[in-house]
Nanobody, 119 residues
Framework: QVRLVESGGGLVQAGGSLRLSCATS????????MGWYRQAPGKQRELVAS???????NYADSLKGRFTISRDNAKNTVYLQMNSLKPEDTAVYYC?????????????WGQGTQVTVSS
């Protein structure tokens, strides 16, 4: 099994910062990609940022410059640094990993962490 544990969400005022973490564990042979998605009430889940095995990153256009994704390969952990937060960033943030494990290729999701930005 592959397990994801997210942390770092919470309540912050507009203009503030938060750092999300997602630690991956289990029978992992290789992590191909790690990413963050978010889902606001009444909206579809959307990609925030992703980072692939070679380190290349991809961001939602609207978030470039404010959010930064990074990973620690030794810890199988992905981070999302969120700066200059806005009320419209309020959502549940989900970690996603695409891995090769003992069970083959898999796509796994974290439980989600709430981020609330007050105005």
């Amino acid at each position: 099994q592959v397990r994801l544990v997210e942390s770092g969400g919470g309540l912050v005022q507009a203009g503030g910062s938060l750092r999300l973490s997602c630690a991956t564990s289990g029978s992992i042979a290789r992590i191909n990609a790690m990413g963050w998605y978010r889902q606001a009430p009444g909206k579809q889940r959307e990609l925030v940022a992703s980072i692939i095995i070679g380190g290349r990153t991809n961001y939602a256009d609207s978030l470039k410059g404010r959010f930064t994704i990074s990973r620690d390969n030794a810890k199988n952990t992905v981070y999302l640094q969120m700066n200059s937060l806005k009320p419209e960033d309020t959502a549940v943030y989900y970690c996603n990993v695409k891995v090769m494990s003992a069970y083959g290729l898999g796509d796994y999701w974290g439980q989600g962490t709430q981020v609330t930005v007050s105005s």
